[in-house]
């Protein structure tokens, strides 16, 4: 393994090497920092932060995020669109487009970046700002290197679902921007090794754990909460919320004794579900928890939620670590199962986006497929979105296989009701969600993806075997 203590040292790294992974904390879900013979290049060293104005800052690629919150914070400022796991890279989390809780008020990383320095496959480097460069009417991209090099690259021309989030290979739009190329191309087109990001100020937030009787009650308070939040955005209403967690009750059963007790509430029994709701407030939180209150009674939700106020930041942290306790516990799970039954049980999750309005048809999908495969599983994911982590939970290696086809049959219909079935964790080297990849924009799409990599990385340099298998010598 190298590491690249600056822009400089990056090119010269990747100019002298034949294969070439760049990683941030590795903590990809699909594989895509899993090293396979590439020399790994970790950015963990470009850790510069230099704040440019009120609203925007510079960062090194290899600044975690909860860094970056840590030195905005004593300026009030606060950069939105953060995965669950804040530990991630600023590198890592704008080369899968990463996603998160709040995505539903923020969007996904995308909309944050503004500029990029980056290293491209032949060493040379390379500043994109945005709006600087956009596709030509006839599906081109002119990119100039600092040697004034002219570099042609094709436009794909494949349709993306309209939905809240996507990491599911390179972007494509008609007139669309160099910068959004690289977002989210997962480390196949260049390294990136700083940023210019967009933040604001830092909002004060409420977290509140509602109690649901049922599916279709969680979604019921789902779509009122949204309706509620987007009058308010438009200037119309009290409560501003920016994002809301689902988790079902065999996701939550994955939190420990003290997790739950650290959160304040009871282990919950019976078949419930669970939002954890964060919720924006100016001055004062009266206004909107009462607003809450009258939302939840119109629902007919009956247990008494679980309230922190904004000013109580240790016991908003003790709630979301309800929702971080799922995926670990989970993962947990797979890896005793691992060494219990089999050595080659592994994870078997979902990453699935539906329209709001399929939501509850989607959860119904994954409930009933996953029955008629005879699997235990446990849903949670940003239900504010429409985003769900369906997890397999295999008791046996037949239950891997199985529930790879089960997610397979999912993600089939989850494109056929406008969705995606790589809504934010990437594609990576992963092959089933490199399956899923070419599901969803076909074999026409995915050769348009390779016929950019060409353009910019014809010796297969960069995260080779990531996205989409490496050509055939
Ligand atoms: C508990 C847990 C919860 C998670 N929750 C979320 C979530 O809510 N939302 C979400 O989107 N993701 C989530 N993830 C997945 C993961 O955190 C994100 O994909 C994250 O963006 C990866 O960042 P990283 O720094 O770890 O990158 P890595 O895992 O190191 O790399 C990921 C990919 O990016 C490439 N890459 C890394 N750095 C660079 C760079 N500087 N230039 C070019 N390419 C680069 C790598 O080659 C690789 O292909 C979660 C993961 C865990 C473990």
């Known amino acids: 393994m190298a590491t690249a203590h600056s ?57 975690p995020l909860a860094e970056l919150q840590r030195a905005l914070a004593s300026d009030g400022l606060y950069y939105p669109p953060v995965p669950t796991y804040d530990g991630a890279f600023v590198g890592g989390t704008i080369a899968t487009n990463a996603a998160g809780a709040a995505t539903f008020k923020y969007g996904s990383t995308r909309r944050w970046v503004d500029a990029l320095s980056v290293v491209l496959a032949d060493g040379s480097l390379v500043e994109i700002q945005r709006g600087e460069v956009t596709a030509s009417p006839d599906g081109w991209f002119e990119l100039k290197t600092a040697s004034g090099e002219i570099i042609r690259l094709p436009v794909p021309t494949y349709a993306m679902p309209s939905v809240a989030k996507l990491s599911a290979g390179y972007f494509a739009h008609a007139g669309m921007d160099l910068i959004d190329l690289f977002i989210g191309s997962e480390g196949t087109l260049a390294v990136v090794t700083a940023a210019t990001l967009r933040v604001i100020p830092r909002p004060r937030r409420c977290a509140v754990l509602v109690t649901c009787a049922s599916d279709r ?187 790879k086809a089960a997610l397979l049959e999912i993600a089939r219909r989850v494109v056929e009701m406008g969705g995606a079935p790589l809504a934010e964790h990437g594609v990576g080297r992963n092959a089933l969600k490199q399956q899923l990849l070419r599901e969803l924009y076909g074999d026409q799409g995915i050769e348009e993806m390779r016929a950019v990599k060409r353009a910019l990385d014809p010796e297969w340099k960069l995260a080779a075997g990531v996205l989409f298998p490496e050509p055939e010598p």
Not at 34 to 55: E, M, Y
């Open 217 to 403: 009650q969680a979604i019921t308070v789902t779509s009122a909460l949204r309706q509620e939040a987007m009058a308010n955005w438009r200037g119309d209403g009290m409560l501003d919320v920016s994002a809301i967690e689902y988790m079902d009750s065999r996701a939550l059963a994955f939190a420990t004794d003290e997790v739950i007790a650290r959160a304040g509430i009871d282990r919950p029994v019976g078949a419930t579900a669970f939002l954890l709701v964060q919720i924006e407030v100016a001055d004062r939180e009266d206004d909107a928890l009462s607003r809450l209150s009258d939302v939840l009674n119109d629902c007919g939700v009956t247990v008494d939620p679980q309230v922190t106020l904004a000013s109580d930041d240790r016991g908003a942290a003790r709630l979301f670590e309800l929702r971080e306790a799922v995926p670990a516990g989970v993962n947990a799970e797979v890896a005793g199962a691992k060494s219990r039954v089999h050595r080659d049980i592994e994870k078997v999750a979902g990453d699935f986006i539906v329209p709001f309005e399929r939501q509850e048809e989607s959860l119904a999908l994954y409930r009933q497929t996953f029955q008629r495969y005879g699997l235990d599983y446990a849903l949670w994911g940003h239900i504010s979105d429409g985003n769900m982590h369906p997890n397999v939970l295999p008791r046996s290696l037949a239950d891997v296989g199985n529930g």
């Open 7 to 63: 822009a400089d040292e990056m090119a010269a790294l990747v100019r002298d090497a034949r294969r070439v992974l760049p990683i941030g904390a590795q903590s990809s879900l699909t594989g895509g920092a899993t090293p396979r013979g590439d020399l790994v290049i970790s950015t963990r060293a470009l850790t510069d932060i230099t704040r440019l104005s009120s609203q925007t800052v510079r960062v090194g690629a290899g600044v």
